[in-house]
């Protein structure tokens, strides 16, 4: 068992893409790290560097302890899980399984006590006798995370594992996975781009946008004090509304002012950051903070926004519903929507609220929302940092 650190690792590719610029992120022995990113972002790149099956432009890999920066992948004691399963066609399970330790001249007492470990664990024992061709999706998968726990590495690096499962499997897998690693504890670095795999499997996760690593914490850290309004944005579904307004202290009570509402901010939620009073700032407010006013326990705070529910959306445990203010038509169906002058920029004057399933919210529908403003985060317009 091992911690991997990276210090200042950069990847740029035939000096034209910097695909991750330096980077330092630290994965505690037998945690399981989540790397997560938009498509591109550069989460590839890294795992394929800690492999070493990409060369590092600048910085180091460590793994237990060692310095593996330059050593040859089948040297660095890690196991890697592709997203296409990477199996040998012509091979049956079982030799699928024991391929990796043959090669390293393991025993062969050994290698059948861990195949057949691995094996029961996995629930493929039935299967040992098949070719990849006889095999499901989601059986495939089992065969290439057996293929790197019979190896008992230092690490795990799987690369989108799942993504190529039906949604059902994916969710029963996610479980199963963090499961098997928990009881295994092996150090894992997991990636994928889907956030709801990030926050329910991670012990901590890493957000990477454009080759940049942007925050490092557990799932509750990022999903309430995101560092920027683009790790706002990223976790969580429906996205956190992020919405231009204006902050104002001057007259005692802060105050900010979304779309020609004002909403009273509470003194804590106040940035001490410096900046103009009143300055623009970005709003940040998730869709289960805002609440239809008719059945709110929030305190009346005066903390309301009034507008159209233009469309309605059913998740089943609760309803997503997307509100427009100011709109004029009572019938978007028809007639489009018109918004108002307040709030006709970029996303503004749209909010998205989850209620829960009793609400009896139609499209077409004006209503009115508390907001908890216990839970407003501000970023700053220009940088996007969240203002602290
Ligand atoms: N072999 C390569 N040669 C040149 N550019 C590459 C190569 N592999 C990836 N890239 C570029 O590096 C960036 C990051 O890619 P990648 O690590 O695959 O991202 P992700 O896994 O997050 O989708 C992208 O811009 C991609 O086009
Ligand atoms: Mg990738």
Not at 229 to 235: C, I, K, N, W, Y
Not at 348 to 353: I, K
Request: glycine residues 10%.
């Amino acid at each position: 068992m091992a911690g991997i650190t990276l210090e200042q690792l950069a990847k740029r590719y035939d000096d034209a893409v910097q695909a991750v610029f330096p980077l330092d992120l630290s994965v505690e022995d037998g945690e399981l790290m989540v790397l997560i990113g938009p498509s591109g972002s550069g989460k590839t790149t890294v795992l394929r560097m800690i492999a070493g099956l990409e060369e590092a432009t600048g910085g180091s890999i460590r793994i237990g302890g060692r310095d593996v920066t330059t050593t040859a992948p089948r040297d660095r004691d890690i196991a890697m899980v592709f997203q296409n399963y990477g199996l040998y066609p012509h091979l049956k399970v079982r030799d699928n399984l024991s391929f990796g330790l043959r090669v390293r001249h393991v025993e062969r007492q050994v290698i059948e006590e861990r195949v057949a470990e691995a094996a029961r664990m996995l629930g493929i024992v039935p299967l040992l006798d098949r070719r990849p061709r006889q095999l499901s999706g989601g059986e495939r998968q089992r065969v290439a995370m057996g293929r790197a726990i019979v190896r008992e590495p230092a690490a795990f690096l799987m690369d989108e594992p799942l993504s190529n499962l039906d949604a059902k499997l994916r969710i029963q897998m996610r479980n199963d996975l963090v499961s098997l690693q928990r009881r295994l504890g092996t150090t894992t670095v997991y990636v994928t781009h889907d956030q709801i795999e990030a926050m329910t499997m991670g012990d901590r996760v890493a957000v990477l946008d454009h080759g940049v690593l942007q925050q490092v914490g557990t799932p509750r850290d990022l999903y309430d004090s995101p560092c920027n309004a683009f790790v706002a944005g990223f976790l969580g579904y429906p996205s956190m509304n992020l919405l231009p307004g204006t902050l104002s202290t001057s007259s005692g009570v802060p105050t900010v002012t979304i779309c020609g509402f004002e909403l009273s901010v509470p003194m804590d939620r106040v940035p001490v950051e410096a900046g103009g009073d009143p300055r623009a700032v970005v709003v940040g407010l998730r869709p289960e903070a805002c609440e239809e006013a008719r059945s709110t326990r929030l305190a009346p705070t005066g903390a309301r926004l009034s507008g159209l529910a233009h469309r309605v959306e059913t998740l089943g445990a609760d309803v997503v519903v997307h509100l427009r203010f100011g709109c004029t038509s009572p019938d978007p169906g028809t007639t489009p929507p018109m918004v108002d002058e307040v709030g006709t920029e970029g996303t503004a004057g749209e909010l998205v609220a989850r209620f829960d399933r009793r609400t009896s919210t139609r499209e077409g529908d004006r209503l009115d929302v508390v907001i908890d403003t216990d839970r407003l985060i501000f970023f700053d317009p220009g940088t996007g940092d969240a203002l602290r």
